[in-house]
């Protein structure tokens, strides 16, 4: 089969999103995003498996018509099996299944860590798509991840976290600074006009190729204290360095890691994959890496960094190419690894 469209689900944590693709290129990516999640400072599992419930119908629609592509045309169901909240990941494998029952097609599970880091293989003008082996240091919401890719599905996980994942770290850091969730991109936006060494925080010590967030997140919440008990207005006046500080320690944190991953497999290639993956800073270091180190390194377009269709899409091409299809028995897990 030389020529195919996919349409992809993906619903494994607060947005529902679904793509067309037409082999590896995307036709159309559609999010939508569940607003209600800010009211509540966090995730609300119940809440998101509702909203699932009445965005998926919309967004897979808008997919189609955006990518100009009929349900007939369809050549396979692709979805997210995990991992993620079980009863979001539920309403998006049933629909799956569904239509491609409907359709008589066949359907795709696919593990949404990997979707994040074979985001890199669709195809984008002006994009490189990476050589095996390479690294992937897969940063989200969820995860914290360093990942030896030799094929598309034959991936290790050499390091992770022992703790939060590096966007709970943001994200906690804006809730501590009294900004909304998620704060990740707000922090990001606030470091831009701020001075990077204003504070410094102690980066954990954590053997080997594993991360630790959560003394991290300890320090600032008491260093935030201590400084309101001195000043309550300390965190309004001094944002932009808080967060310039923060997110510098934070880049830091994954790239001695990073380095030390190059260092121990000799593999110089890297890509950066996961919502975190949006970040200005974390960008800049991997072009960093690659002037002054010699990295080959890959950095995603930015649609492709948080949570999308897309990505489950292109990893449903590979598996779609070696015939490799989904059960309509199989079950959704909360918890998979590769
Ligand atoms: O991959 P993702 O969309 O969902 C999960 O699979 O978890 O990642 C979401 C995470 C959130 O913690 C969010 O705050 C963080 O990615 N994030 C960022 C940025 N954009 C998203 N963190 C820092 N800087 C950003 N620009
Ligand atoms: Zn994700």
């Known amino acids: 089969p030389e020529d195919f469209y996919i349409l992809a689900i993906e619903s494994s944590c607060d947005d529902t999103a679904a793509a067309v693709l037409h082999n590896d290129k995307v036709l159309s990516n559609v ?16 809440l998101a498996s509702r909203a699932h419930q009445q965005n998926i ?32 990941l539920l309403v998006g494998s049933s629909f799956a299944k569904s239509m491609a ?7 795709i599970g696919i593990n949404h860590m990997q979707g994040h880091i074979l985001a890199h293989f669709i195809d984008e003008p002006g994009f490189d798509k990476p050589e095996f082996p390479f690294l992937a240091l897969t940063i989200s919401g969820g995860h914290t991840q360093i990942v030896r ?40 936006k606030y470091a831009a006009s701020g001075n990077p060494d204003a504070y410094s925080f102690p980066k954990p010590k954590v053997p080997g190729l594993d991360f630790s967030f959560s003394g991290l997140k300890t320090s600032i919440l008491y260093f ?37 991953a190059v260092a121990q497999t000799g593999i110089e290639r890297v890509a950066i994959g996961g919502g975190v993956s949006a970040n200005s800073g974390i960008r800049k270091a991997m072009e960093d890496a690659h002037k002054n180190l010699g990295w080959k390194t890959f ?6 960094t948080t949570d999308n269709a897309a990505m489950i899409g ?10 490799d299809f989904t059960s309509v028995t199989e079950t959704s897990k909360a918890r998979i690894e590769f």
């Open 31 to 46: 999010v939508a995003n569940q607003s209600i999640h800010a009211e509540f400072g966090g995730v609300v599992p119940e």
């Open 57 to 88: 119908v919309p967004a897979v629609t808008a997919a189609l018509q955006r990518a100009n592509v009929t349900k007939e045309q369809l050549s396979a169901i692709a979805y997210t099996q995990g991992p993620g909240l079980m009863g979001s």
């Open 101 to 107: 029952m409907a359709l008589d097609i066949p359907l």
């Open 149 to 188: 890719v030799d094929a598309p599905f034959k991936m290790e996980l050499i390091g992770q976290t022992t703790d939060d994942a590096v966007g709970e770290a943001f994200d906690k850091t804006a809730k501590i600074l009294g900004l909304p969730y998620p704060g990740g991109p707000l922090v990001d």
């Open 224 to 260: 935030i204290q201590k400084n309101r008990q001195i000043d309550a207005d300390f965190t309004d006046k001094h944002m932009a360095d808080i967060c310039a500080s923060v997110q510098k320690t934070i880049v830091d944190i994954l790239m001695d890691k990073t380095k030390l």
């Open 299 to 304: 950095i995603p377009k930015f649609e492709y």
């Open 314 to 323: 292109i990893s449903a091409y590979f598996k779609y190419l070696d015939g």
